[in-house]
C-alpha cells in the first residue's frame, strides 16, 4: 500500500511542477505528538506517540481533481485513539468529475443528507473519526431540485466495514421568492444499511431501512424545520450480542424553529429519538472508538469552551440498552432553547459600550413507556418524559467596560444524570461560574486571566481553576493553566496544570505545552470520547498551503 | 525506517515546494437563509474579501468577528472590503447560529458549511482561520486571533499592491 501511495504522490508532486505557475497543489499537514510520563493505558510501551495526517488536493483542470491523504502514526499512536491506526496508510483517496449541474466521485465519501439524523460521513481528527465510505456518489443540481445517489463500504479503522451503505437524497425546493422573502424546501432521503451477519440466521432482515422527510420554511424573520424518520426492524445489540427475541423499530422527530429581528434571535428545538443508532457493523454498537457509524445524532446541548465546564456533559441517548431491572432505556426526548440580545450602546443596560446577552435552557428525558426486562421488550408513549438525563440552565453577558478591557461573565447551572447517561451511579447538580477578562496592553500585546469555580455536594465536590495568557505579538502567546479538585480529600485534591506556548505564521501553527490532562469524556461537536488521564509534553504542529 | 523517511520527505516537498491554493474553490455553501451559492462566486469580484471560518462555540473565532464588526465600517470608507463568516457549525450547533448572528448585529454575510466540505477543500485544520482575497486571488492566510489583530488584517490589506 505504501508503495503505490509514494508513486502516486510523487507522481503528482512532478506533475505540480509543471503547473507550478497555475497553484493547482493544495492540502494541509497536522502533527500532534505527545512525550509520557504518565498514562493509563498498561500496555503502552513507547513513551513517544504521535499522528500524523498529510492532506492534499490536486487540481488536474476544472472538471477533475483528485484528494489524497495520508496518515501516520509513528512510532506508535497516541493513546486512546483505535488499536488498529498504526504505522504509516492511505486513508483517504478520491477522483472527482464536475461538469455544469453534475458531479460524480469515486474513492473516499464525505457527505451529509439532512442534518444528519440518516446519514454523515466525516473526519474528525480529535475524536479519531473518519466514517467515510469507500464507492461512489453522483449528484445533480438545478436551482430548484438537487439529488443525490451514493453507495459502498465505510471506512472502519484502516479497513473497510462488513456491512454497505447505500443512499438517495433529494431536495425541492417548492416556494423561492425573491420579492418578499420566502423560501420552502421539501427533502426526502432514503438510506440502507445491508449487512449479513456471520453464521447465524436471524428473523429480521438483513437489509435495514431509514427513510428521512424534511421540510424547512425560511422567511425574513421566521425559520421553522422539521425532519422525521422511520427506521425498519433491527435487532437490539446488547451486551455485544442480537437476539431473535429483541427486535425493534426506530424513529426519529426533530423540529427546530427561530424568531430572528436585528438585535435578537431566539431558538427552540424539540427532539425525540427511538432506537436510532445505525451502524455498518451491527456489533460495533457500544463501542468506544465511534467506528461505523452511520449517522450522526449529537447532544443537543451548548457547547462550552471552558475546562470546569466540560465536566459532566451530556451525550445523546439514542439507543436500547437494558442493563438492569432498575435502568431501562429506548431513546431521549427533550429541548432546547436559545435567546441571543444585544443591549445597546448608550442603553441603561449596555452601557458606554453596550453588552451582548445570550441564555441557554436544555433539558433531556428517557423515553416513558411500559418496559419489561424478561423478556425484554419496552412501549414507549409518543410525547411522554421519563426519567430525567441531564438539564442545563445558563447566562452568558460580553461586556465591554472600555476600549482596553472586557469580560465574559458566564453562570451555569446543571443537572447530570450519571446512573442513566454513563449506566453507573449517582446524580450530580453543579453550579459553574467562569470570569474571563481581557485587558489590551496596546496594539499587539494583551493579557487574558480567566477565574472559573464548579460547587457540588456530589460526585467529588468542588473544584477550582484559573488561566492566565499573555499575548507578546500577534504571533507568539505563552499560557499556563490549571483545575484544582480541592474539596475531593479521598484522591488527595487532584489537579490538573497546562503550560504552553504557540506560535502562528501566517497559515502555520506550532505549539508546546507540558503538563497533567485530566481524563473523562471528551466530547467535541455533541459526540463524545473517553480519554485517559496522562502527564506529558506535547507538541502540535499544523500548516495549510 | 524507511517508511519515516519517505513520509517526512513528501511532507517537505509539499510543504515547500509547491507555491499553495490560489483561488477560492467551487463549494456549494448555505446563506443562513437556506439558499445555495458556490463559495467562488460568494467572494468579492471587485476589491477584497476576509473569509473567516467560525462556529458558535468558538471564543477567539467570536471575539475575531466581533471586532472586524465594530471596525468594517470605517475601513470601507478606506477600501472596498467584504466579510463572509463562514460557520463551520454541524447541525448540532447550526441552529444557533442564525439567533446569535441577529443577537449580535453582524451586518457581514454569514455562510454556513455544515458538514465541513468547504473548510476540508480550503485545507483549514483549526478555527479560527482567516483568508484574504482580492478580485478571487488569495493574498494571505492566517490561524488564529489575538485581540487587535483585526488591525494587523487590515494592514495587509492596505499594503497590498493591487
Given at each position: 500500500m505504501l508503495k503505490s501511495v509514494t508513486i502516486t504522490l510523487t507522481a503528482l508532486f512532478f506533475l505540480s511542477l509543471s503547473y507550478s505557475q497555475s497553484n493547482r497543489i493544495y492540502g494541509s499537514f497536522e502533527s500532534n505528538a505527545v512525550y509520557y510520563q504518565e498514562n493509563?493505558?498498561?500496555?503502552?510501551?513507547?513513551?513517544?506517540?504521535?499522528?500524523?495526517?498529510?492532506?492534499?488536493?490536486?487540481?488536474?483542470?476544472?472538471?477533475?481533481?483528485?484528494?489524497?491523504?495520508?496518515?501516520?502514526?509513528?512510532?506508535?499512536r497516541l493513546q486512546s485513539y483505535s488499536d488498529s491506526f498504526e504505522d504509516t496508510h492511505l486513508s483517504t483517496l478520491s477522483i472527482n468529475y464536475s461538469k455544469k449541474n453534475f458531479k460524480l466521485s469515486v474513492g473516499s465519501i464525505y457527505d451529509q443528507f439532512g442534518s444528519g439524523l440518516v446519514l454523515r460521513t466525516w473526519e474528525d481528527r480529535q475524536l479519531g473519526i473518519n466514517n467515510s465510505i469507500w464507492g461512489f456518489r453522483t449528484s445533480f443540481d438545478t436551482d430548484n431540485v438537487s439529488l443525490k445517489l451514493l453507495g459502498g463500504w465505510q471506512k472502519k479503522g484502516i479497513g473497510i466495514s462488513s456491512g454497505k451503505?447505500?443512499?438517495?437524497?433529494?431536495?425541492?425546493?417548492?416556494?423561492?421568492?425573491?420579492?418578499?422573502?420566502?423560501?420552502?424546501?421539501?427533502?426526502?432521503?432514503?438510506?440502507?444499511?445491508?449487512?449479513m451477519p456471520h453464521y447465524i440466521s436471524y428473523d429480521f432482515n438483513d437489509l435495514t431501512n431509514l427513510f428521512s422527510t424534511r421540510l424547512d420554511y425560511f422567511s425574513d424573520d421566521f425559520y421553522f424545520e422539521y425532519e422525521q424518520v422511520i427506521k425498519s426492524k433491527d435487532g437490539i445489540t446488547q451486551f455485544g450480542s442480537i437476539s431473535n427475541e429483541f427486535v425493534k423499530k426506530g424513529s426519529a422527530h426533530s423540529l427546530n424553529l427561530g424568531v430572528t429581528k436585528p438585535g435578537f434571535g431566539l431558538d427552540m428545538t424539540f427532539r425525540r429519538l427511538e432506537n436510532m443508532p445505525l451502524f455498518s457493523d451491527r456489533f460495533e454498537q457500544g463501542e468506544i472508538y465511534n467506528e461505523s457509524n452511520v449517522n450522526y445524532l449529537p447532544a443537543l446541548?451548548?457547547?462550552?469552551?471552558?475546562?470546569?465546564?466540560?465536566i459532566n456533559v451530556y451525550e445523546s441517548q439514542p439507543n436500547v440498552s437494558f442493563p438492569d431491572p432498575e435502568l431501562m432505556k429506548s431513546g431521549e426526548i427533550g429541548y432546547q432553547f436559545?435567546?441571543?440580545?444585544?443591549?445597546?450602546?448608550?442603553?441603561?443596560?449596555?452601557?458606554q459600550y453596550g453588552s451582548k446577552l445570550s441564555l441557554n435552557i436544555s433539558s433531556w428525558y428517557n423515553l416513558k413507556g411500559q418496559?419489561?426486562?424478561?423478556?425484554?421488550?419496552?412501549?414507549?408513549?409518543?410525547?411522554?418524559?421519563?426519567?430525567?438525563?441531564?438539564?442545563?440552565?445558563?447566562?452568558?453577558?460580553?461586556?465591554?467596560?472600555?476600549?482596553?478591557?472586557?469580560?465574559?461573565?458566564?453562570?451555569?447551572?446543571?443537572?447530570?444524570?450519571?446512573?442513566?447517561?454513563?449506566?453507573?451511579?449517582?446524580?450530580?447538580?453543579?453550579?459553574?461560574?467562569?470570569?474571563?477578562?481581557?485587558?489590551?496592553?496596546?496594539n499587539k500585546k494583551s493579557i487574558r486571566l480567566e477565574i472559573q469555580h464548579l460547587s457540588t455536594k456530589d460526585d467529588k465536590k468542588n473544584w477550582y481553576g484559573y488561566g492566565l495568557e499573555y499575548n507578546f505579538n500577534y504571533n507568539f502567546s505563552a499560557y499556563y493553566n490549571t483545575i484544582v479538585n480541592y474539596e475531593n480529600l479521598e484522591d488527595n485534591k487532584p489537579n490538573y496544570y497546562s503550560l504552553g506556548a504557540s506560535y502562528n505564521k501566517n497559515a502555520s501553527r506550532f505549539s508546546v505545552s507540558y503538563g497533567k490532562q485530566r481524563g473523562g469524556l471528551l466530547c467535541y461537536g455533541g459526540i463524545c470520547r473517553y480519554i485517559p488521564e496522562f502527564k506529558g509534553l506535547s507538541f502540535s504542529i499544523n500548516t495549510s498551503f | 525506517m524507511l517508511k519515516k523517511i519517505i513520509f517526512c520527505f513528501l511532507v517537505c516537498f509539499f510543504t515547500y515546494n509547491t507555491h499553495g491554493q490560489d483561488i477560492i474553490p467551487n463549494i456549494n455553501l448555505k446563506t443562513i437563509n437556506g439558499q445555495t451559492i458556490s463559495a467562488d462566486e460568494a467572494v468579492n469580484k471587485d476589491g477584497f474579501t476576509i473569509v473567516s471560518f467560525w462556529a458558535t462555540w468558538c471564543i477567539p473565532c467570536i471575539n475575531e468577528l466581533d471586532a472586524i464588526n465594530e471596525v468594517i465600517s470605517s475601513?470601507?470608507?478606506?477600501?472596498?472590503?467584504k466579510v463572509l463568516a463562514v460557520s463551520t457549525d454541524d447541525s448540532r450547533s447550526k441552529k444557533r447560529v442564525r439567533p446569535l448572528v441577529n443577537g449580535k448585529n453582524w451586518i457581514f454575510d454569514v455562510l454556513s458549511d455544515t458538514n465541513q466540505e468547504f473548510k476540508r477543500a480550503m485545507g483549514v485544520v483549526g478555527?479560527?482561520?482567516?483568508?484574504?482575497?482580492?478580485?478571487?486571488?488569495?493574498?494571505?492566510?492566517?490561524?488564529?486571533?489575538?485581540?487587535?489583530?483585526?488591525?494587523?488584517?487590515?494592514?495587509?490589506?492596505?499594503?497590498?499592491?493591487?
Open positions: 493509563e493505558e498498561e500496555d503502552y510501551e513507547n513513551k513517544l506517540g504521535s499522528n500524523n495526517y498529510l492532506n492534499i488536493k490536486y487540481l488536474f483542470n476544472s472538471n477533475w481533481n483528485v484528494e489524497i491523504q495520508v496518515e501516520s502514526y509513528l512510532p506508535r451503505i447505500a443512499g438517495f437524497d433529494s431536495s425541492i425546493t417548492l416556494i423561492n421568492s425573491d420579492t418578499k422573502y420566502q423560501n420552502l424546501i421539501l427533502g426526502l432521503s432514503y438510506v440502507g444499511r445491508f449487512e446541548t451548548k457547547q462550552h469552551d471552558y475546562q470546569l465546564a466540560n436559545d435567546l441571543y440580545y444585544d443591549l445597546k450602546e448608550g442603553s441603561s443596560l449596555g452601557g418496559y419489561t426486562y424478561y423478556p425484554s421488550d419496552y412501549d414507549t408513549d409518543f410525547l411522554g418524559f421519563g426519567e430525567k438525563y441531564f438539564s442545563e440552565q445558563s447566562i452568558e453577558i460580553r461586556k465591554k467596560w472600555s476600549n482596553k478591557f472586557d469580560n465574559i461573565f458566564l453562570f451555569i447551572n446543571k443537572y447530570y444524570n450519571r446512573r442513566f447517561v454513563e449506566e453507573k451511579s449517582g446524580e450530580i447538580n453543579s453550579q459553574i461560574l467562569v470570569i474571563d477578562n481581557t485587558l489590551k496592553l496596546n | 475601513w470601507n470608507e478606506k477600501e472596498n472590503i478555527i479560527p482561520h482567516t483568508v484574504v482575497t482580492y478580485k478571487s486571488e488569495i493574498i494571505h492566510r492566517r490561524i488564529g486571533y489575538t485581540p487587535g489583530e483585526e488591525e494587523d488584517l487590515f494592514e495587509v490589506i492596505s499594503n497590498y499592491k493591487k
